[in-house]
């Protein structure tokens, strides 16, 4: 469905070169969740918007790499062909609702322009699919809540609005850039079902970009960790949840709360580093309780640690276990 490969994003900002995604490659199967995870400023929403080149241009260029979209390089493509690509084959479900709908016009307005144009339908058909819609992804009396301005809806229901006009032409891969960051965790836990509901009946693989661990945790097959525009992890699940490979991903998951746990939170120390001077060698080096003066030094690649499981760091996998034993009895 989809294949990246190698991707470099830069942003030519006033400073310099900023390389917000430096290397990137990863695929994903039709029907499939994968999560994406970081901090904020790791690239994540750089690379999601890089899918369908999103990104403005300029400042942003693509020096290298390639994003296959049913083998057809995207950054190779026109704007007719990036037309049909947006909404046809690939949708996104941006982060804040409110900034995404046009408070001026009806949600029903907004949802029957996108349909009429992909799908080319007379406007009374269109106006039906759009009820469809509505009622699919929940929104209680379709009929009528079709002419209502987006000031009308609660916060979940406008997350719910933008997820129906990202299905609105039935795509093959949905891109969810942080979509439950402004709700509470009641409306969090809806939206996180809606995906599961909406990928079962449409057969759409999902992307699903968040800083909120708890989120993939719920949703994901596979999840890929981000750090300074890198994957630094990357594998099931079950993998990364519990056979923690990477320093920065179990720092991350010791920085979160835990039901029942009686330990106190940790945070990772420091900041992310700058995107246009990077350290020499290992980017998490400088905030990384177990790095060593080779990490200075040496700037891994991604290893494999298991069946489908990948890390970048120098440190065995059989190290590793051993510090996080030493850490976890002390």
Same mark, same amino acid.
């Given at each position: 469905?989809?294949? *990246?490969?190698?991707?470099? *994003?830069?942003?030519?900002?006033?400073?310099?070169?900023?390389?917000?995604?430096?290397?990137?490659?990863?695929?994903?199967?039709?029907?499939?969740?994968?999560?994406? *995870?970081?901090?904020?400023?790791? %690239?994540?929403?750089?690379?999601?918007?890089?899918?369908?080149? /999103? !990104?403005?241009?300029?400042?942003?260029?693509?020096?290298?790499?390639?994003?296959?979209?049913?083998?057809?390089?995207?950054?190779?493509?026109?704007?007719?062909?990036?037309?049909?690509?947006?909404? !046809?084959?690939?949708?996104?479900?941006?982060?804040?609702?409110?900034?995404?709908? !046009?408070?001026?016009?009806?949600?029903?307005?907004?949802?029957?322009?996108?349909?009429?144009?992909?799908?080319?339908? +007379?406007?009374? =058909?269109?106006?039906?699919?759009?009820?469809?819609?509505?009622?699919?992804?929940?929104? +209680?009396?379709?009929?009528?809540?079709?002419?209502?301005?987006?000031?009308?809806?609660? %916060?979940?229901?406008?997350?719910?609005?933008?997820?129906?006009?990202?299905?609105?032409?039935?795509?093959?891969? /949905?891109?969810?850039?942080?979509?439950?960051?402004?709700?509470?965790?009641?409306?969090?836990?809806?939206?996180?079902?809606?995906?599961?509901?909406?990928?079962?009946?449409? %057969?759409?693989?999902? /992307?699903?970009?968040?800083?909120?661990?708890?989120?993939?945790?719920?949703?994901?097959?596979?999840?890929?960790?981000?750090?300074?525009?890198?994957? *630094?992890?990357?594998?099931?699940?079950?993998?990364?949840?519990?056979?923690?490979?990477? +320093?920065?991903?179990?720092?991350?998951?010791?920085?979160?709360?835990?039901?029942?746990?009686?330990?106190?939170?940790?945070?990772?120390?420091?900041?992310?580093?700058?995107?246009?001077?990077?350290?020499?060698?290992? !980017?998490? =080096?400088?905030?990384?309780?177990?790095?060593?003066?080779?990490?200075?030094?040496?700037?891994?690649?991604?290893?494999?640690?298991?069946?489908?499981?990948?890390?970048?760091?120098?440190?065995?996998?059989?190290?590793? =276990?051993?510090?996080? =034993?030493?850490?976890?009895?002390?």
């Amino acid at each position: 469905m989809l294949k *990246v490969d190698n991707l470099h *994003v830069h942003l030519d900002t006033s400073d310099g070169i900023v390389k917000a995604v430096d290397g990137v490659t990863f695929s994903i199967e039709a029907g499939e969740t994968i999560g994406i *995870v970081g901090e904020s400023g790791s %690239g994540k929403s750089v690379l999601a918007h890089s899918l369908m080149r /999103l !990104n403005p241009e300029p400042p942003a260029t693509y020096p290298k790499g390639k994003v296959y979209v049913n083998d057809r390089n995207v950054l190779q493509m026109n704007k007719k062909e990036l037309r049909h690509l947006r909404g !046809n084959q690939v949708a996104m479900v941006f982060q804040d609702p409110m900034s995404s709908l !046009n408070p001026v016009f009806k949600v029903g307005k907004q949802l029957i322009e996108g349909i009429q144009a992909h799908r080319k339908r +007379p406007k009374k =058909e269109a106006k039906e699919k759009a009820i469809e819609l509505l009622r699919d992804v929940g929104i +209680p009396d379709p009929e009528s809540r079709i002419d209502s301005y987006p000031h009308q809806f609660s %916060g979940g229901m406008r997350q719910r609005v933008l997820i129906a006009m990202a299905l609105a032409s039935e795509p093959k891969l /949905l891109v969810a850039d942080e979509p439950t960051t402004a709700l509470d965790v009641t409306i969090q836990a809806q939206v996180l079902d809606l995906l599961k509901q909406i990928q079962h009946k449409y %057969g759409a693989a999902i /992307l699903i970009i968040t800083h909120d661990l708890g989120v993939v945790a719920q949703l994901a097959d596979r999840i890929l960790v981000m750090y300074a525009g890198r994957i *630094v992890e990357f594998g099931s699940t079950q993998d990364i949840f519990y056979r923690t490979a990477m +320093p920065y991903t179990w720092s991350l998951l010791r920085s979160i709360p835990t039901a029942g746990a009686k330990r106190r939170l940790i945070p990772i120390d420091g900041q992310p580093p700058s995107l246009i001077h990077p350290p020499k060698g290992c !980017n998490f =080096e400088p905030r990384c309780p177990f790095a060593t003066d080779a990490c200075r030094h040496i700037d891994p690649d991604l290893e494999p640690r298991g069946d489908g499981h990948q890390a970048a760091c120098i440190l065995s996998a059989s190290e590793f =276990e051993s510090i996080k =034993e030493e850490v976890a009895s002390s």
